[in-house]
Antibody, heavy 125, light 107 residues
Framework: QVQLQESGPGLVKPSQTLSLACTVS??????????WSWIRQPAGKGLEWIGR???????DYKPSLKSRVTISVDTSKNQFSLKLSSVTAADAAVYYC?????????????????WGQGTMVTVSS | DIQMTQSPSSLSASVGDRVTITCRAS??????LNWYQQKPGKAPKLLIY???SLQSGVPSRFSGSGSGTDFTLTIISLQPEDFATYYC?????????FGQGTKVEIK
């Protein structure tokens, strides 16, 4: 059973960089037909997609966050990572990593089927 | 960005009820629509993908329908473990976007 586990500091100071890693277990991160995403959820609010990385290294980001976000993959560690710079209180949230399974065949198949448990990040001095 | 609008934002229902949640996209997304269930303190769980396909292991009382801009999640005979918040999500374009959620509460 594939599992994802987030790791990283739970407390980040304003203006600093939030750094999280997601370790994939029981499967190779390099497997075909997947991409890897970060999604966040402020307390009591809805879900916000931050961005994605393919194992090729290709990325896509939410435009409003693009200037501050970097998502990368390390196949040797079976991990992918999130860096969010210049954080403010608005960046405080539970951060989830997730695997998306998809198909190129226009079937509509593109969904987040495996999620990490989430890690809470607080922004405070 | 494609905006996803769910209705209602919350509803109260009893065990055994039939529940319907709707999701509307701001532009056509064909059938690139997924539904998730989230319980407090837990990660979302995929229920339905490609608008109407049931994810493996999900009970058959859950079903999805729709195409283009209008979609529906139906739960027939609501069970105690179904009280949760439900989100739709479009996967047609980036950025991927979610609806604001529908909280299903016990009447």
């Amino acid at each position: 059973q594939v599992q994802l586990q987030e790791s990283g500091p739970g407390l980040v100071k304003p203006s600093q960089t939030l750094s999280l890693a997601c370790t994939v277990s029981s499967d190779s991160i390099s497997s075909d037909s997947y991409y890897w995403s970060w999604i966040r959820q402020p307390a009591g609010k809805g879900l916000e997609w931050i961005g994605r990385v393919y194992t090729s290294g290709s990325t896509d980001y939410k435009p409003s966050l693009k200037s501050r976000v970097t998502i990368s993959v390390d196949t040797s560690k079976n991990q992918f990572s999130l860096k969010l710079s210049s954080v403010t209180a608005a960046d405080a949230a539970v951060y989830y990593c997730a695997r998306a399974s998809y198909s190129y065949d226009s079937s509509g198949f593109d969904a987040f089927d495996i999620w990490g448990q989430g890690t809470m990040v607080t922004v405070s001095s | 960005d494609i905006q996803m609008t769910q209705s209602p934002s919350s509803l109260s229902a009893s065990v055994g009820d039939r529940v319907t949640i709707t999701c509307r996209a701001s532009q056509s997304i064909d059938n690139y629509l997924n539904w998730y269930q989230q319980k407090p303190g837990k990660a979302p769980k995929l229920l339905i993908y490609a608008a109407s396909s049931l994810q493996s292991g999900v009970p058959s009382r859950f079903s999805g329908s729709g195409s283009g801009t209008d979609f529906t999640l139906t739960i027939i005979s609501l069970q105690p473990e179904d009280f949760a918040t439900y989100y739709c999500q479009q996967s047609s374009n980036t950025p991927k976007t979610f609806g604001q959620g529908t909280k299903v509460e016990i009447k």
